[in-house]
């Protein structure tokens, strides 16, 4: 094995990785030299921690009960009430305006995942998803931002986390499309890294060919690691930029780079500020925030028992209210500071079946029945937030903002997504005092109204597309 360094084989004997030794010594010596290349970046030492964690029965290691010791979150802006709500809201809109002309704010959008509960075979992104036309995610964001550098006169740039399950496509989706009309500098994609899957049983990294490794996406809290990796933070500093708005590429109904999250983030000099809905009912199966020990963390709902989920603080309020959107605001400084001091977010483990083959490339055998045969790792961007000293969480208009994509049917499917795009189409619509059928589906372009008022105006100017009707519905659209 004269390609492999002898530290490696070495590592690789401590940690008992009998199947990538045997691998490497059947293995020409070029692709001894690529595996060993991939296998440098492996932190052994971290990956055996987990998988012994992971493998002792959980009575050998009782967790802490951190919902036991969660409160509500403290800090925390709800949806306006009152007047004086109204008038906070107003100027927290007005201070994220300012900042987004002023080209302190850029999007960033994660779009490295896998897909597996909606079963598309393409990256996320372009899943057709506009009720009328078929408009894919991607494009609904591109719109959105191009409508908002047009009103703010702004540079707004974009980054576009990928992963090797996605990059090529993404990238190659959006030279098809001229980049829908933004100009490509302004755009960025970046790759984030990948984790090895383990064989559950005895912690040996999988093969998914010979040479190569069963590898997976590293989740999206492989976002920060990815953004100082590609060169970004130093990137978006040069350019000024101070505000990260981050949200997920499965959810179309997010207002992107919005104006009044940015300005209460900016008002309250919060390094981590949280986009919240309120969970429809204890048992909604959402992660929740808590102020938790002085700080803000997510609570997953299968932590938390039945009874737990319907706790109530003395106001007679949920204690678990605040149902994680995933749309977020960092500040560029807080996750630079976080790599700088190298940091790392947790590695939180799910048990999956994976196809795998023994070190001559034979099929190993998996269970007929489903059951797992290997541990897969993801980092979670969420797990920043108890990192932060300052947070804040600000409540979001559920039916406006939260309509994701992330099953075949039933809830937050596609099905649920159009029919939400079309009703709030239909609502502005109404809000301009044209006839609205309820039979029929609604689609409008974000480059039309960004917001009721927007669509509203333009109805009074006389400036409203003509409203085009298809076999499919009303669509009322501009070009780029
Ligand atoms: P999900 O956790 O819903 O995962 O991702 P997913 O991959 O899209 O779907 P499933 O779980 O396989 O069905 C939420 C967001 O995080 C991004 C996704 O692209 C989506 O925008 N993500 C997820 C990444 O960017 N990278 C990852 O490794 C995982």
Same mark, same amino acid.
């Given at each position: 094995? +004269?390609? &492999? ?57 009782? @967790? ?9 979150? +403290? ?5 306006? #009430? @009152? %007047? ?6 107003? $100027? ?20 490295? /995942? ?6 598309? =075979? ?48 993404? #990238? ?67 350019? /000024? &930029? ?8 499965? *959810?179309?109904? %997010? ?25 429809? +009912? ?5 992660? &929740? ?14 932590? $938390?028992?039945? =009874? ?6 003395? *106001? ?7 149902? *994680? ?21 947790? $590695? ?45 969480? #600000?409540?979001?208009?559920? =039916?406006? =903002?939260?309509?994701? #994509?992330?099953?075949?049917?039933? @809830? ?20 301009? /005092?044209?006839? &609205? ?7 409008? +372009? ?10 509203? *105006? ?18 009322? %659209?501009?070009?780029?």
């Amino acid at each position: 094995m +004269s390609s &492999v360094p002898a530290k490696l084989l070495q590592t690789l004997q401590q940690h008992h990785q009998h199947r990538l030794l045997a691998c490497l010594q059947l293995l020409p010596p070029a692709q001894q030299m690529a595996l060993s290349a991939t296998l440098a970046d492996v932190d052994f030492d971290l990956l055996q921690a987990t998988w012994l964690s992971a493998s002792q029965p959980a009575d050998d290691h009782p @967790s802490v009960d951190r919902a036991a010791l969660a409160q509500a979150p +403290s800090r925390v802006v709800r949806q306006p #009430v @009152s %007047a004086a709500d109204h008038q906070a809201w107003a $100027l927290a809109r007005s201070l994220g305006e300012q900042a987004i002309s002023a080209g302190t704010v850029a999007v960033i959008t994660v779009a490295g /995942g896998q897909g597996t509960r909606l079963g598309f =075979e393409h990256p996320k992104g372009l899943f057709p998803i506009g009720p009328v036309t078929d408009r894919t995610l991607f494009q609904i964001f591109a719109e959105q931002i191009l409508a908002r550098r047009r009103r703010h006169r702004a540079d707004l740039p974009w980054c576009i986390m990928t992963s090797d399950a996605t990059h090529e496509e993404t #990238v190659a989706f959006f030279q098809q499309h001229q980049y829908f009309g933004l100009t490509p500098d302004s755009l960025h994609f970046f790759r984030q890294g990948s984790l090895p899957a383990m064989d559950a049983a005895t912690g040996q990294l999988l093969l998914a060919a010979p040479g190569q490794l069963a590898l997976s996406p590293d989740g999206h809290g492989g976002l920060v690691t990815a953004l100082a990796r590609a060169g970004l933070l130093e990137l978006l500093q040069a350019r /000024g &930029v101070q505000h990260l708005y981050y949200h997920q590429v499965d *959810n179309p109904t %997010a207002i992107v780079a919005d104006p009044a999250l940015l300005g209460f983030h900016i008002q309250q000099q919060s390094q981590a500020t949280t986009c919240v809905v309120c969970k429809t +009912s204890p048992t909604e199966r959402m992660g &929740v925030l808590v102020d938790l020990q002085g700080r803000t963390e997510i609570i997953e709902y299968s932590e $938390l028992t039945a =009874e737990q989920a319907a706790g109530q603080d003395q *106001n007679g309020q949920w204690i678990f209210w605040a149902g *994680n959107t995933a749309i977020h605001v960092f500040d560029r400084q807080f996750l630079a500071s976080f790599c700088e001091a190298g940091r790392q977010l947790p $590695l939180h483990i799910a048990r999956k079946q994976v196809p795998s083959v023994d070190e001559t490339g034979q099929p190993l055998p998996t269970a007929t029945d489903g059951q797992p045969n290997a541990i897969k790792l993801e980092r979670f961007i969420f797990d920043a937030l108890p990192a932060a000293t300052n947070t804040l969480i #600000v409540e979001g208009h559920r =039916e406006r =903002e939260f309509n994701p #994509v992330k099953n075949k049917s039933g @809830s937050d499917s596609a099905d649920t997504c159009r029919a939400a795009l079309s009703r709030i189409a239909a609502e502005w619509l109404q809000a301009t /005092g044209l006839p &609205v059928d309820p039979q029929t589906v609604y689609e409008l +372009s974000p480059l039309v109204a960004l917001d009721v008022n927007e669509l509203v *105006n333009h109805h009074q100017q006389g400036t409203l597309p003509t409203i085009t009707r298809t076999t499919a519905g009303c669509v009322i %659209a501009t070009a780029p």
